[in-house]
């Protein structure tokens, strides 16, 4: 069931005018030119994982459903428009009657995703498929990055709780309750983002900062106020002071105060400090003192490394609270996905489409031509993912009989699979701009993502040189590619 109050900030906000004005000032030329209505696709993809991984998060879709569902200009927008003094009152009127009319299919959110793979497709009038960029890249780029980086300290955390606690750190609004809900999608227990629980349903979680100990007269004051408040929900912050000397025998005190009031202590957070050994001290302390159901919690710019770190050394600790390094992925704060026609219709013909390449001297920016299909295919005995293969839209992958998959890096490393599953990747999300799609709950999308994260091998999900996933062409879509190549490069 969904949350009831999900999606109300983008109800009330129209973000129709985030656009970057250069598509503002091609869709006045595209009018001016007979181009309105010819029929144009667009991919979105990205190029390289982020932290130099082997997979991405896919995140953000629903935020893009409800931008294209809520598409309009306003008033305001159309008089700012006319007083730039460089669009004809031709197209401000046809902004004015705008009706969103493309068809879109999207790869789920929660899909591990790979470079180079149609992750968004928009097929449309040219005006519109290429008007709505800026916001799709925005929303999938930013939810994207957060995802991937989540799942990476998620998977060092082993099964421990990862709590995101970056909101005053984040971006600006947009990225502390986005960011949130992206975090959580990709196995984050919670938020310290009370919005982000109101509008999505992602758990808000927090204890006390360390301004909560120094308001009162001595630590143990503190604790005691505290508990008295949340007796059945008491985590006491320990290393405002002194983390072994009186934050741990403080709330060892109060603790047992709790238990003898027929209360559960629930645990302490350290927050500084050499936390591998703080955490050990701790855990002795709390367990001579009968308190061995006090969890430790452990915050303070954690990330992925550190916390696989700790681990290692085998610090004590039963959950931890990452902030800056999460919600920002400081380590790289770009994801990079970009938005490229792949196929337009011609004047003589608009309602074609004739596949588009763009090319470059960098081998990686030379984009995958045509109206295309991105598939999966499983390994039928261990239900582990193989490879994905990009298709033309036409085609089918026949799972019945042998397919043979091949590099498009090298076209003669060729491989003949059997005993597969093949499943298409993208479902449709709008058809000429009506919503088809109904997006999941949250929970649902956070289950989705874990079971299809089981699917991949633990040696592309390593941190350090991942073991490539492969993206292969089918024969038709290189073969596609390998003709306009030698056309545009003969001449």
């Given at each position: 069931m969904e949350h009831e109050a999900r999606g109300s900030l983008l109800a009330v906000r129209n973000l129709t005018m985030l656009v970057d004005f250069y598509e503002l000032t091609m869709a006045n030329g595209y009018l001016e030119n007979g181009l309105t209505d010819t029929l144009t696709c667009f991919d979105l993809f990205f190029r390289r994982v982020p932290d130099q991984g082997g997979l991405?998060?896919?995140?953000?879709?629903?935020?893009?459903?409800?931008?294209?569902?809520?598409?309009?200009?306003?008033?305001?927008?159309?008089?700012?428009?006319?007083?730039?003094?460089?669009?004809?009152?031709?197209?401000?009127?046809?902004?004015?009657?705008?009706?969103?009319?493309?068809?879109?299919?999207?790869?789920?959110?929660?899909?591990?995703?790979?470079?180079?793979?149609?992750?968004?497709?928009?097929?449309?009038?040219?005006?519109?498929?290429?008007?709505?960029?800026?916001?799709?890249?925005?929303?999938?780029?930013?939810?994207?990055?957060?995802?991937?980086?989540?799942?990476?300290?998620?998977?060092?955390?082993?099964?421990?709780?990862?709590?995101?606690?970056?909101?005053?750190?984040?971006?600006?609004?947009?990225?502390?309750?986005?960011?949130?809900?992206?975090?959580?999608?990709?196995?984050?227990?919670?938020?310290?983002?009370?919005?982000?629980?109101r509008e999505f349903g992602v758990p808000a979680l927090g204890t006390m900062a360390h301004s909560w100990v120094q308001m009162f007269p001595t630590e143990l004051e503190a604790f005691r106020a505290y508990a008295k408040v949340y007796p059945d929900a008491c985590t006491l912050l320990v290393d405002t002071y002194h983390v072994l000397k009186s934050g741990v025998p403080n709330a060892i005190t109060v603790f047992q105060e709790l238990k003898a009031a027929g209360h559960t202590p629930q645990g302490i957070r350290i927050d500084s400090g050499d936390i591998a050994y703080l955490s050990k001290k701790?855990?002795?302390?709390?367990?001579?003192?009968?308190?061995?159901?006090?969890?430790?919690?452990?915050?303070?710019?954690?990330?992925?490394?550190?916390?696989?770190?700790?681990?290692?050394?085998?610090?004590?600790?039963?959950?931890?609270?990452?902030?800056?390094?999460?919600?920002?992925?400081?380590?790289?704060?770009?994801?990079?996905?970009?938005?490229?026609?792949?196929?337009?219709?011609?004047?003589?013909?608009?309602?074609?489409?004739?596949?588009?390449?763009?090319?470059?001297?960098?081998?990686?920016?030379?984009?995958?031509?045509?109206?295309?299909?991105?598939?999966?295919?499983?390994?039928?005995?261990?239900?582990?993912?193989?490879?994905?293969?990009?298709?033309?839209?036409?085609?089918?992958?026949?799972?019945?009989?042998?397919?043979?998959?091949?590099?498009?890096?090298?076209?003669?490393k060729r491989k003949k699979l059997e005993n597969f599953t093949a499943k298409r990747l993208q479902v449709p999300v709008f058809e000429k701009g009506v919503c088809v799609y109904e997006c999941p709950d949250i929970q649902e999308i956070r289950a989705y993502c874990a079971a299809q994260m089981d699917t991949i091998w633990d040696e592309v999900k390593r941190f350090e040189n991942p073991h490539a996933y492969y993206v292969d062409l089918s024969e038709p879509l290189w073969k596609l590619k390998r003709e306009m190549l030698d056309r545009y490069f003969a001449e």
């Open positions: 991405a998060i896919f995140a953000g879709l629903e935020q893009v459903v409800e931008f294209l569902r809520n598409l309009r200009f306003t008033d305001e927008d159309l008089e700012y428009l006319r007083e730039k003094n460089l669009f004809s009152e031709k197209f401000l009127a046809y902004l004015a009657d705008f009706r969103f009319a493309c068809d879109v299919w999207a790869i789920p959110e929660g899909t591990p995703i790979f470079p180079q793979e149609p992750l968004i497709t928009v097929r449309g009038p040219a005006i519109q498929a290429q008007f709505i960029e800026t916001m799709l890249l925005l929303t999938v780029n930013h939810q994207s990055l957060i995802a991937t980086k989540a799942s990476r300290i998620v998977r060092a955390a082993e099964g421990k709780p990862v709590m995101e606690f970056g909101s005053r750190r984040a971006q600006g609004s947009d990225g502390a309750l986005y960011g949130a809900r992206a975090a959580y999608i990709a196995g984050c227990a919670g938020t310290a983002c009370a919005i982000t629980d701790a855990r002795i302390m709390l367990d001579e003192a009968g308190l061995s159901e006090v969890k430790i919690v452990a915050s303070n710019s954690l990330d992925e490394y550190i916390i696989r770190d700790l681990l290692v050394q085998g610090a004590k600790i039963d959950s931890f609270g990452v902030g800056e390094r999460l919600v920002t992925s400081r380590s790289e704060p770009v994801f990079g996905g970009v938005y490229k026609l792949v196929a337009a219709g011609t004047p003589d013909n608009p309602d074609a489409l004739i596949p588009k390449i763009k090319l470059s001297e960098n081998a990686v920016k030379i984009t995958n031509p045509g109206f295309k299909t991105p598939w999966r295919l499983f390994d039928k005995e261990t239900g582990m993912a193989i490879a994905d293969v990009i298709t033309l839209a036409d085609e089918v992958i026949d799972d019945s009989k042998p397919y043979v998959i091949f590099d498009p890096e090298f076209t003669y």
